[in-house]
């Protein structure tokens, strides 16, 4: 089903994309929805307040297993976004989909196996899949 969902959302991105075909404007839309995406959640800091980030040092014992180290750093982030904030992000995020699926289209790639991909791998590789 969701490869379905993923595969539709492509194509009906495919049949839309009419003023942005260049892969030149492409690259510069998805760079410009990733810098809309940062801005959207730091207006829900600054201007709304909603979300509060108390960033410092992440520390964690030197001998801690993984899983300890993974459940031991923190997101920084404190609250919860307002609904507002959350639908503002959420179109953001969709407008980034919109354009990564228009580079798939224009690079002949399938946003789907994209993602199975990268599931495989990480999966396959786990812990030693470390970003």
């Not at 991105?13 to 510069?28: A, F």
């Not at 180290?69 to 989909?97: A, Q």
Request: aromatic content about 6%.
């Amino acid at each position: 089903m969701s490869d379905m969902i993923l595969d539709e959302f492509q194509y009906t991105v495919q049949e839309l994309l009419i003023r942005n075909k260049s892969i030149l404007d492409l690259l510069t839309k998805l760079q410009d929805s990733t810098a809309r995406i940062n801005r959207s959640i730091v207006k829900s800091v600054t201007q709304c307040g909603c979300l509060q980030i108390n960033a410092k040092k992440q520390t964690f014992p030197e001998d801690a297993t993984f899983e300890q180290i993974r459940d031991s750093l923190d997101t920084h982030i404190d609250g919860m976004l307002c609904d507002n904030c959350r639908d503002f992000i959420e179109k953001e995020i969709g407008r980034e989909l919109f354009y990564l699926a228009s580079i798939c289209n224009t690079l002949d790639m399938n946003l789907y196996d994209i993602v199975l991909k990268e599931n495989e791998r990480v999966r396959m590789l786990g812990k030693f899949n470390l970003r």
